[in-house]
Each structure stands twice: as C-alpha cells, then as structure tokens.
C-alpha cells in the first residue's frame, strides 16, 4: 500500500464515522426533537472528507480509484442540504425551538446519501 493509498483509506474512515454520526446521532435523538452538535460536525465532516476523497482519486485514477461526476454532484448536493438542515436545525434546538422536521432531512438526507454511495454503480 502506498502513502497516498493510506492517507485514502483513512479519509475512508473518516468518512464513515461522519455517517455515523448524522445517522447515529439521528437515530439516537428521534424520541426528541433536537439536534445535537455531532450532527452537525458530522455533516461538515461529509463534504470537507468527500471533496478530499474524490481529489486522491482523480489524482491515482487507476482501477480501484474511478471518479462518477454525476454521482459526486449529487452526493454534494445531497451533503450540502443536509449540512444546511443540520446547521439551522443546531441553531433552532439551542434557542430551545422545535427542529425535528430539520433533524429528519438531514438524517434521511444522510441515509440517502448511503445509498448513493453504495448503490449507484
Ligand atoms: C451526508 C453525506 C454523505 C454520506 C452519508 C456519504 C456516505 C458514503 C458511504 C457510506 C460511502 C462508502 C461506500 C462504499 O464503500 O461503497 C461513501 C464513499 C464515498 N463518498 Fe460519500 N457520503 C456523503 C457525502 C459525500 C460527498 C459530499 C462527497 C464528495 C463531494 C463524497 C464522496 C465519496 C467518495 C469519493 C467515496 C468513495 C470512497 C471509496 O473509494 O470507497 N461523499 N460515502
């Protein structure tokens, strides 16, 4: 594995756990109408490990490394509702206002996103 297979891998994982915290956090917070921070840190986490992710990738360009510009346009796009809906959702629950509409777009947003990710071939 090269050095730039390694910094790819682990961006991999950072990735997933961003996942894991829209949709952990998501999951962990339905009884309740608020969004929690990590929501919110996991939605920026998406966009900023994404763009890093499909960059390596052009610049490796081999098999295992193929950039689909129309699924990456609507994983952005995707990610960038979700992060809205995250960051206004955050700001409504801190005011003690009701955010469960904004909490179930970027959770369901984020779920969405997994299916791009894995179904899109
Ligand atoms: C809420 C936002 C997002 C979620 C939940 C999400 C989820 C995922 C998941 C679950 C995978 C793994 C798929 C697999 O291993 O087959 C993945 C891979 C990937 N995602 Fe995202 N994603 C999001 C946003 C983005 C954005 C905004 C970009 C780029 C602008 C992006 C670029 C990528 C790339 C390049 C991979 C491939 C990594 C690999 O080589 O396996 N993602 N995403």
């Known amino acids: 594995m090269t050095a730039m297979d390694l910094v790819y891998n682990l961006l991999v994982?950072?990735?997933?756990?961003?996942?894991?915290?829209?949709?952990?956090?998501w999951i962990a917070v339905r009884s309740g109408r608020t969004v929690i921070a990590?929501?919110?840190?996991?939605?920026?986490?998406?966009?900023?490990?994404?763009?890093?992710?499909?960059?390596?990738a052009s610049a490796i360009k081999d098999d295992?490394?193929?950039?689909n510009n129309t699924k990456i346009a609507v994983k952005l796009l995707?990610?960038?509702?979700v992060a809205a809906m995250a960051e206004i959702?955050?700001?409504?629950?801190?005011?003690?206002?009701?955010a469960g509409t904004f909490l179930d777009v970027a959770g369901g947003g984020?779920?969405?996103?997994?299916?791009?990710?894995?179904?899109?071939?």
């Open 13 to 25: 994982v950072l990735h997933l756990l961003g996942m894991a915290a829209i949709v952990g956090g």
């Open 38 to 56: 990590p929501v919110v840190w996991g939605a920026r986490a998406q966009i900023v490990t994404g763009v890093l992710l499909v960059g390596i």
């Open 64 to 67: 295992e490394h193929t950039v």
């Open 78 to 81: 995707i990610a960038l509702v």
């Open 89 to 98: 959702g955050h700001a409504r629950s801190k005011r003690g206002e009701d």
């Open 110 to 121: 984020a779920v969405v996103n997994v299916g791009v990710a894995a179904l899109w071939a």
